[in-house]
Nanobody
Framework: QEQVMESGGGSVQAGESLTLSCRASGMSISRLCVAWFRQVPGKEREGVAIIGSDGSTTYADSVKGRFTISKDNAKNTLYLQMNSLKPEDTAIYYC??????????????????WGQGTQVTVSS
């Protein structure tokens, strides 16, 4: 079964770090465009970062310099290293993937696979 599944969420204090993981099953992450999104209840899902099959990346302005997206093709896993976390980073974080072209647009449309989400809570 083709799917992606996140792990690694939790509760931290402002300024601390957290790493999220997203493991792909039934498909090779090396051939996918994959991304992280986040959503706060009552708000639209927003893009955080994208990494293409060639390793090219794009980030939302709000996380540039603090978050790093990466992947380990051998482990078939996507990561999001989050440093200097702020209370406004609190959200449910989702992993997304597509077999299609990687347009590097941080919008929730056009992704074929979504994980179930993992909660990240940052306290001040």
């Amino acid at each position: 079964q083709e799917q992606v599944m996140e792990s690694g969420g939790g509760s931290v204090q402002a300024g601390e770090s957290l790493t999220l993981s997203c493991r792909a099953s039934g498909m090779s992450i090396s051939r996918l465009c994959v991304a992280w999104f986040r959503q706060v209840p009552g708000k639209e899902r927003e893009g955080v970062a994208i990494i293409g099959s060639d390793g090219s990346t794009t980030y939302a302005d709000s996380v540039k310099g603090r978050f790093t997206i990466s992947k380990d093709n051998a482990k078939n896993t996507l990561y999001l290293q989050m440093n200097s976390l702020k209370p406004e980073d609190t959200a449910i974080y989702y992993c997304a993937a597509t077999r299609g072209a990687c347009w590097y647009r941080l919008v929730p449309n056009g992704w074929n696979y979504w994980g179930q989400g993992t909660q990240v809570t940052v306290s001040s």
